[in-house]
């Protein structure tokens, strides 16, 4: 086992004087690693829902059974500065806020802008009665009901035999 271990050290050791190994290029290349399965798990490229600048807000979707139910963290956005739309098969969150904060004191004057913003494209289930969707903002979470469509029970029937 220490043989072993001592061969990979002096492999790295080689690759590194060749290439000019850092181990910032190592974390890297972990990072695109991860971004590419992200992008299997999610359908599609992290740049895209990231839109350039904004954040893809983090969310947790359940299956209740009759519904799915999706809660998002938004700390500090109004309901009004939140868009949820439909397009397609896919809904998508989005939102964007400016602060402006200025506080002066004794021998200072402080101003800072702010600008936050947010895009999340979720594929929707075709078994969601988009007309049904409701959505609530509470203490930060956004909460995002979409109840499923009642299933057709069929009758069974019997079949004769010729």
């Known amino acids: ?5 001592e061969r990979k050290d002096r492999r790295l050791a080689r690759r590194s004087e060749r290439r000019g190994f850092s181990p910032f290029q190592e974390m890297d ?3 695109e690693d ?9 359908g599609g490229p992290l740049r895209e829902r990231r839109r ?5 807000p983090a969310l947790d979707m359940r299956d209740l059974g009759d519904r799915y139910l999706i809660e998002a963290e938004i700390p500090g ?11 397609d098969d896919s809904m998508v969150i989005e939102g964007e806020t400016t602060e402006e904060t200025e ?7 402080r101003r800072e802008r702010g600008y ?18 409701t959505a609530e903002l509470d203490q930060g979470i ?16 019997k079949i004769d035999i010729e």
């Open 1 to 5: 086992m220490a043989d072993e271990d």
């Open 29 to 31: 290349s972990i990072f």
């Open 34 to 42: 991860l971004d590419r399965t992200l992008d299997r798990f999610f």
């Open 52 to 56: 350039g600048s904004r954040r893809a």
């Open 77 to 87: 956005i109004d309901k009004d500065d939140i868009e949820i739309e439909l397009r």
């Open 103 to 109: 506080e002066e004191g004794e021998d200072y004057l």
């Open 116 to 133: 936050r913003s947010f895009y999340r494209q979720l594929p929707i289930p075709e078994e969601v009665e988009e007309e049904e969707i």
């Open 142 to 157: 956004l909460t995002i009901d979409l109840p499923k469509r009642e299933k057709e029970v069929k009758e069974g029937r």
